[in-house]
């Protein structure tokens, strides 16, 4: 098998690397990496650090395992690989790591990346049937969409078990002999579940916002003799404080107010709150440009717009929806997304005109 750098590397841990000279992975069954736990808190604040965050794929060890110990199959993102270590402290188990491109388990099993085709090629590659004397493997619940089990069981000659959805029910599991009960099969999405998630849209966006900031900064300074620094600063500065406002309500508050808020469409959530919160900046905005109702509109339909994007980005985040439905809602969101910015765009050219004297 040729191997490539995401086989034989961790790039966030170095002393990870499993790898004979000559750059083929090393198969030998190894210790779990050690928590990393302020990679843990980095992987929630960059999207850029959480890609490759990784733990090279292969056969790992928690305690001393024998062969008649279980094995669990989970994905190479080390946040996942670091929740299973801390759960399962004191435990003698076989850790067997797909090469899910440093996606989690349900991403992964979605994507393909935690798919049929690895585990077989992972059980093969690692020579697990050598390892361990029985044939039962144990995979996540959230990765059977992409596991066809009799596959693996022609394959390989690995019988294939699902255990709980969270890593904390494993060792509960582990000791009932296998035996989930109806809480371990339950799917949730607690208030606490959704709030660690929506640093990894807000950090996102914000960053994206600069782009839009600097473009309203530009349009608001034009003059007749140019572009001037002081009407740009003292006319942006309210319009900025909106657009923040925006992506607060799109990325933050709309996740955490996910179950209260009506409709199934994450676009149509994010725009009732957006309208609702954006409303009084309709009015401030009007008072701030004596009284252009065309301006305020512009930056009411663009802001709710920007606070309904933000929230149907949290689709990917959640545990509810599927790639058919996202794919429905965008067919019918991005059409409107599109127009609200056209309209926009209109009426703040009006605005402009009107405040150069030319309309």
Sequence with gaps: MTSSPSDCCDPADNSNCGC???GVPDQTPKPLPPLNRRGDVLCRLSNKFRM????????????????????????NYRLTCNHLRKELEGGNIWILVLDTKGINVWCA????????KELINRITVSGLDSVVKHRTIILPQLGAPGVAAHQVKKATGFSVIYGPVQARDIKVYLAGGNTATEAMRTVTFTFKERLVLTFMELLPALKKYLWILLGIVVVMGIQRTGILYKPSIFHSWPIVVVGFWAIIIGTFLA???LPVIPFRSFALKGA???????????????RAFCGSIILATAVFVFFTTLSSYCALNFTGCTPFTNISGVKKEMRIAVPSYLSACGISAILLVIFKLQELGIL
């Design 20 to 22: 004979c000279c000559d």
């Design 52 to 75: 490759n965050y990784v733990v090279a794929p292969g056969l790992y060890t928690i305690g001393n395992p024998a062969q008649e110990s279980p094995v669990l199959v989970t994905a």
């Design 109 to 116: 099993a979605g994507k393909g990346s935690f798919g049929t």
């Design 272 to 286: 009732l709150l957006g309208a609702v919160l954006l409303a009084p900046f309709f009015y401030l905005i009007n």
């Design 255 to 257: 996740p955490i107010l």
